[in-house]
């Protein structure tokens, strides 16, 4: 099992960026697919990123793509996700996750492990 915190939310403007950061913890992080979610208010969980086991493969959204880039540091048990050109409706709360499959998922469902989400706020 893997435990999850997500870090570096907060209240920004459109066009700027900011940095997430997830912790986790446990002998097996490394073996984890991992992803980034994020739920709007009163709508469903949805895809952001994905990072393979050893970082060198990443999937994204198309809605995120060319500005946010996901990043793990394994030694460090470390997700990040870099978010640039921010824009009002990437407004949500921000979800790490750990799948325990070895290949790329985009189904929160694939996902056993979760943190409690950080706030992002991006006003126009």
């Known amino acids: 099992q893997v435990q999850l915190v997500e870090s570096g939310g907060g209240l920004v403007q459109a066009g700027d960026s900011l940095r997430l950061s997830c912790a986790g913890s446990?002998?097996?992080?490394?073996?984890?697919?991992m992803g980034w979610f994020r739920q709007h208010p009163g709508k469903d969980r949805e895809f952001v990123a994905a990072i393979s086991l050893g970082g060198g493969r990443t999937v994204y959204a198309d809605t995120v793509k060319g500005r946010f880039t996901i990043s793990r540091d394994n030694a460090k048990k470390m997700v990040f996700l870099q978010m640039n050109s921010l824009k009002p409706e990437d407004t949500a709360v921000y979800f790490c996750?750990?799948?325990?499959?070895?290949?790329?998922?985009?189904?929160?469902?694939?996902?056993?492990?979760w943190g409690q989400g950080t706030q992002v706020t991006v006003s126009s």
């Open positions: 996750a750990a799948s325990a499959r070895a290949d790329i998922v985009v189904f929160s469902t694939s996902y056993s492990n």
């Open positions: 446990g002998r097996t992080f490394s073996s984890y697919t």
